[in-house]
């Protein structure tokens, strides 16, 4: 009987390894675009129930717990918009594994209490695009209310599976995360509420850290850079849904 030769069995294993890995990556594929496609499903569909906010209910004290909105079997509690990425999404009211396969997830918290918490996939139609914000990127998340919330990006960091007080717990007002592509560490955006990152650039000039051009132009160009940007997402999004 005619020996086979080491050589050749790994050539043989190597083949079926390739032929694995792009077999997974191929699904992996699939599945972002399928989950990226039915989010922009919900999203159509929660923005014709989006209510119209009257100005003297949004001058009175809000209910802490977000409005739900019940789509498809599933209860969403608003959108959030990232114009430097150009994602806009819906956000499910509760969070576990099957539902982050369809959108981001509310984990812990309200925008009503400046403490909310959104998780996601990694896919690129998700939060995958996450490591790519920089400080003063726009954040936007809209209540079933209608209600409008503004954030501006903080930092970004990496940080371990376990690191649930500093997230949950950070004191800003919005946080957004994702697993990294290996799964072992977390990718973690902390926001400030639009108010108070203008408070924060008035300190620069106060403790003479920057120079009021300084804060000016950024404070310019940052907002160019989100009214355009939220420009190309919508206009991208109106081409894609055509």
């Not at 086979?4 to 990556?25: E, F, H, K, Q, R």
């Not at 699939?30 to 100005?55: F, I, N, S």
């Not at 919330?149 to 950070?170: A, F, G, I, Q, T």
């Not at 108010?195 to 940052?222: C, E, K, N, Q, W």
Request: charged residues 20%; contains cysteine; aromatic residues 8%.
């Amino acid at each position: 009987m005619r020996k086979v030769s080491p050589g050749l069995v790994c050539i043989v294993l190597g083949v079926v390894l390739l032929l694995a890995a792009g077999g997974l990556y191929a699904y992996n594929r699939c599945e972002d675009a399928h989950a990226g496609a039915e989010a922009q499903t919900v999203v159509a569909d929660l923005q014709q129930k989006v209510e119209t906010p009257e100005p003297e209910a949004e001058s009175g004290p809000l209910d802490p717990a977000l409005p739900v909105v019940e789509v498809d079997g599933n209860e969403y509690v608003g959108e959030i918009s990232i114009p430097a990425i150009g994602i806009d999404l819906p956000v499910m009211s509760e969070w576990s594994y099957p539902r982050l396969k369809i959108a981001p997830c509310r984990q812990f918290g309200s925008s009503r209490t400046d403490d909310l918490v959104i998780a996601a996939h990694n896919y690129e139609s998700h939060f995958g695009k996450l490591t790519s914000l920089t400080a003063g990127d726009s954040v936007t998340f809209t209540d079933m209310d209608g209600i409008v919330n503004e954030y501006v990006v903080n930092k970004v960091e990496v940080l371990d599976p376990h690191s649930v007080e500093e997230v949950e717990h950070s004191g800003y007002a919005l946080v957004l995360y994702t697993c990294t592509y290996g799964g072992k560490t977390r990718v973690t955006v902390f926001c400030d509420r639009v108010p108070l990152a203008i408070l924060m650039a008035f300190s620069r000039m106060y403790l003479y850290v920057h120079y009021p051009t300084d804060v000016l132009g950024g404070m310019i160009v940052g907002c160019a850079a989100g009214y355009f940007g939220n420009r190309l997402a919508a206009h991208l999004i109106r081409s894609w849904r055509r």
